[in-house]
């Protein structure tokens, strides 16, 4: 199965929020589920992901587009966590591609609910994003191996952040693949995952929140059940990783932040949900 779909968003000549594409395609349907009243600033989209058909399936090749226009926020979630799927007859290995793109002061909040990689399946996630250098990004990705009981099957994933200030002027800010089977040596040793089912990530950026970042330090957190760490970026921006040992307390753990008590404007990891409403920005009306 291949699939494109795609969202933008951005202001319209009168400077409100318009929704300038929502295209879905199956297994990727989307949904507007929430726009801030006029007036509010920043002008807020909430768009919720669902899958209409089960997978993703080996052989599948499935895309997804974003992209924020300057001055206006996109909030992406998820109704239900993805399966991927060893599927009957297919080669190959299903994969998911997210791209997107953040216009000067605008701010993409992408949170999606986690990717689980059935016994057999063999996924490939990549993730690029291009930010513009005043943009601000909150994005999280969960992958949790294997459903209860089962033996996990195998993922590759791939994160590409950059800074963009020009058609010829691309900054790194983060680079980081992720590589999980059953087979690769070492898997569940000390070294990698050991008894961890969970492992995920949470990446804060953009200048907006350039004091907490500044300020930020190494930081690890520890209990019974998994572990985090909190690495300062050049971006400016934070990263946050975590393994765990079931999908609550991963959450839990990538929702560390900087400071104990970080600013209303800055985005937050919440609650396990299903249909987990948007991040809450007290001061954006949201």
Do not use: N
């Not at 409100?16 to 949904?31: C, F, G, H, K, N």
């Amino acid at each position: 199965m291949r699939a494109h779909a795609a969202v933008r968003v951005e202001r319209d000549v009168r400077g409100a929020l318009r929704v300038a594409e929502l295209r879905s395609a199956v297994p990727l349907v989307l949904r507007l589920t929430g726009t801030t009243p006029a007036g509010v600033s920043p002008p807020t989209a909430t768009v919720h992901l669902v899958s209409a058909a089960a997978g993703p399936l080996a052989g599948d090749e499935l895309r997804l587009d974003l992209t924020v226009g300057s001055g206006v926020r996109l909030v992406m979630r998820s109704v239900a966590a993805m399966v991927a799927l060893p599927g009957r007859g297919a080669t190959g290995p299903s994969r998911l591609v997210v791209r997107a793109w953040v216009d000067d002061d605008g701010e993409l909040d992408f949170q999606p609910e986690p990717t689980v990689v059935a016994r057999g399946a063999d996924h490939v996630a990549v993730t690029e994003v291009s930010l513009a250098p005043s943009a601000r990004l909150c994005l999280r990705e969960e992958i949790l191996l294997g459903r209860f009981d089962e033996p996990p099957g195998a993922y590759h994933g791939t994160l590409r952040v950059d800074i963009t200030a020009g058609p010829h002027d691309r900054t790194p800010l983060l680079r980081q693949e992720l590589a999980l089977a059953p087979d690769l040596p070492g898997l569940h040793g000390p070294a990698h995952l050991g008894p961890a089912r969970g492992v995920g990530a949470r990446l804060v950026a953009g200048p907006a929140w350039a004091a907490q970042a500044a300020r930020a330090r190494p930081v690890t957190v520890t209990d019974g059940r998994g572990e985090a760490a909190l690495l300062p970026l050049a971006g400016p921006g934070y990263l946050v990783t975590a393994l765990a040992m079931d999908a609550v307390t991963l959450r839990r753990l990538l929702a560390i932040s900087p400071t104990p008590d970080p600013p209303a404007s800055e985005p937050s990891g919440s609650e396990l949900s299903g249909s987990e409403p948007p991040t809450p920005h007290p001061d954006r009306g949201q």
